[in-house]
């Protein structure tokens, strides 16, 4: 069997946020949009800004919740609802909601490149939370496209 060679690690340049094309009032403005949502929608714990490839962008979390590791189950999320969305014909993912024992967890597409994950407590109004979050998700795509006209 060949034996495994470990791989260099990513540079500190590679996860740099925000990325040198955004510019920096950008930032602070998809860390208001953020905000916001827990905000607007009672029972919200928290939301990530995460990439389709699962690396953390941005966060607005406490401390209770690793943002890395939401980051990952959110583009894990992505990826299935990919596959139910292919395998019965219903076109690309946009948004799924899982519920737990004592919460939810809900996934939004975001662009091609980006998810928002929220957190919410079991109390979380889930219908208003998609009344707000796609929302949101339009304007965070806005903000990381620069086109924020939209």
Do not use: K
């Not at 740099?16 to 949009?33: K, T």
């Not at 389709?52 to 609802?81: K, Q, R, S």
């Not at 395998?87 to 939004?108: D, M």
């Not at 994950?117 to 109390?123: H, L, P």
């Amino acid at each position: 069997m060949p034996r495994r060679t470990a791989r260099p690690a990513p540079t500190p340049e590679a996860h740099r946020w925000p990325p040198p094309q955004v510019d920096p009032s950008a930032h602070r403005a998809i860390r208001a949009e953020l905000a916001g949502l827990r905000i607007e929608v009672p029972g919200v714990r928290g939301c990530v800004l995460g990439g389709v490839d699962g690396l953390l962008i941005t966060h607005d979390l406490g401390p209770d919740i690793e943002p890395y590791d939401l980051a990952a189950l959110a583009a894990t999320t992505c990826g299935i609802g990919r596959q139910v969305g292919s395998r019965l014909g219903q076109g690309g993912f946009r948004e799924t909601t899982t519920r737990n024992q004592h919460g939810y967890l809900s996934v939004y597409a975001v662009n091609g490149h980006a998810l928002l994950a929220v957190v919410g407590d079991d109390a979380v109004n889930v219908a208003r939370l998609h009344l707000y979050a796609p929302a949101v998700a339009a304007r965070l795509a806005a903000l990381l496209d620069g086109d924020t006209d939209r």
